[in-house]
């Protein structure tokens, strides 16, 4: 059983940076691998970025490639989602979610988070 905790997000203005932390319980979180998912309003929970259980795979989404970079502290029980260069369309609650494999299929994952809410404002 792994429990997910995020957290880091809030209210900014386009252009700047926040970094989004998932926290995790259990022994066994090294062994699983991490994804970012989000869900704006009125649409549909969307794919961000996966990480592999040992961080040398990761994958993103295009909407944020080259903005957000994901990483994790495997110590710490902690995944990371670095969000350089917000734009207003990145607003939505943010969910991670731990899974035996990466990927970008929300069913891929066993275990998640209730989600941190990010709103960009322009």
């Known amino acids: 059983q792994v429990q997910l905790v995020e957290s880091g997000g809030g209210l900014v203005q386009a252009g700047v940076s926040l970094r989004l932390s998932c926290a995790a319980s259990?022994?066994?979180?090294?062994?699983?691998?991490v994804g970012w998912f989000r869900q704006a309003p009125g649409k549909e929970r969307e794919f961000v970025a996966t990480?592999?259980?040992?961080?040398?795979?990761?994958y993103y989404a295009d909407s944020v490639k080259g903005r957000f970079t994901i990483s994790r502290d495997n110590a710490k029980n902690t995944v990371y989602l670095q969000m350089n260069s917000l734009k207003p369309e990145d607003t939505a609650v943010y969910y991670c979610?731990?899974?035996?494999?990466?990927?970008?299929?929300?069913?891929?994952?066993?275990?998640w988070g209730q989600g941190t809410q990010v709103t960009v404002s322009s």
């Open positions: 990480i592999s259980s040992s961080g040398g795979i990761t």
């Open positions: 259990g022994r066994t979180f090294s062994s699983y691998a």
């Open positions: 979610a731990a899974g035996v494999v990466p990927g970008s299929i929300a069913p891929t994952y066993h275990y």
